[in-house]
């Protein structure tokens, strides 16, 4: 909780960097679904974002959550027979924020400070935080498309779900972020993350297609694949989620 407490308070303050002038936008993300009878579950997923950008400074801010709970069936050994035991359990758990800092050079070039953090029970790791420093590059920007790059090193501590031990890394973090809007109201964005250290290297990719259905509302359909390179015996090492989320703009 402490550890959650230090990251949220820097999260927090790094979008205070361009308050002053205000020109922030934000977005929230809801998905719910829910069924009962011969299977009982419940998933909720969602997602605050907020951004700014103006001519010296490109803000980011999100926080994302995920839970998941369902019927899940073990064998276990009663009075010494096999027998398969059916539990209302958490089948995902996961809680995430992060934020970056952007100071333009000029309309392409900028220096990025980023920080990420995420609890998540169903990983290889209780949680990890990465703090990094780098370069972004806006390749491309006008009224219908954005394509822009960040790469730099970063700080990495993490604790593996084998250990229970606090452990740091170096790592090189890298960011891709596409968006194309098609017309008004149809747009598709994908964002491609990349965290290498020399024990483990996260991989995040998110794509989403964005239907308006007025100025303030939209319908998101989304797909997001998780892939760490080391993990824990027992445990995949690629997550995938797919999502239908109601989006309110503001």
Aim: glycine content about 10%; charged content about 20%; proline content about 2%.
């Amino acid at each position: 909780m402490k550890k959650l407490l230090i990251a949220a308070a820097v999260l927090a303050a790094l979008p205070l960097v361009a308050a002053a002038d205000g020109g922030w936008a934000g977005s929230g993300e809801l998905g719910f679904a829910a069924s009962r009878g011969n299977a009982k579950s419940e998933n909720l997923n969602a997602k605050l974002n907020f951004s700014m950008e103006d001519d010296v400074w490109k803000d980011n801010f999100y926080l994302s959550a995920l839970r998941s709970k369902g019927n899940t069936t073990s064998i276990e050994t009663i009075g010494g027979v096999p027998t398969a035991v059916t539990r209302y359990d958490y089948t995902a758990n996961r809680y995430e924020a992060g934020a970056s800092a952007g100071y333009k050079f000029d309309e392409r070039s900028y220096l990025v400070g980023a920080l990420r953090y995420e609890n998540d029970d169903f990983s290889p790791f209780n949680y990890q935080a990465v703090l990094s420093l780098g370069y972004g590059y806006t390749a491309i920007k006008n009224e219908r498309t954005e394509l822009f790059f960040e790469i730099g090193p970063g700080y990495k501590r993490f604790e593996p779900i084998l250990t229970g031990k606090t452990e740091s890394d170096v790592v090189g973090r890298g960011l891709i972020g596409y968006r194309h809007r098609f017309n008004e109201n149809t747009a598709f964005e994908n964002t491609f993350l990349v965290e290498a250290g020399s024990d483990n290297t996260f991989y995040q990719n998110d794509a989403g297609l964005v239907v308006n259905m007025n100025k303030t509302l939209a319908l998101k359909l989304g797909y997001q694949v998780r892939h760490n390179t080391d993990v824990a015996p027992g445990i995949k090492k690629t997550d995938q989620l797919m999502t239908t989320n109601l989006v309110y703009n503001f």
